[in-house]
């Protein structure tokens, strides 16, 4: 049988994991916002229009595909090696 003192300290671990999960969430996202403002950049695309791909690419500087949604919605063409997102 758990104490309550148990189960009350098995809940604050609990609630300091997801505060850490959630630090974690924000700065990816803001580390992915700051990715595809460098790509836009380089690539003179908007960076709303930057699509990171999830397919390893030799020649793309992030080591991933990357695709321009504004001009190629169905994502068709990595604008380092011309593969399509989707692949069998
Ligand atoms: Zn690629």
């Given at each position: 049988?758990?104490?309550?003192g148990e189960v009350r300290r098995i809940a604050g671990r609990m609630y300091e994991a997801?505060?850490?999960l959630d630090k974690a969430r924000?700065?990816?996202d803001e580390r992915r916002?700051?990715?595809s403002e460098a790509l836009g950049k380089m690539l003179n695309v908007g960076s709303d229009y930057i699509e990171l791909g999830?397919?390893?690419?030799?020649t793309s500087p992030t080591g991933q595909c990357v695709y321009n949604r504004g001009k190629d919605p169905a994502l068709d063409f990595c604008?380092?090696?011309g593969q399509p997102d989707e692949r069998k």
């Open positions: 049988m758990s104490t309550d997801e505060a850490v924000q700065d990816l916002q700051e990715l999830g397919w390893a690419c030799e604008l380092f090696c």
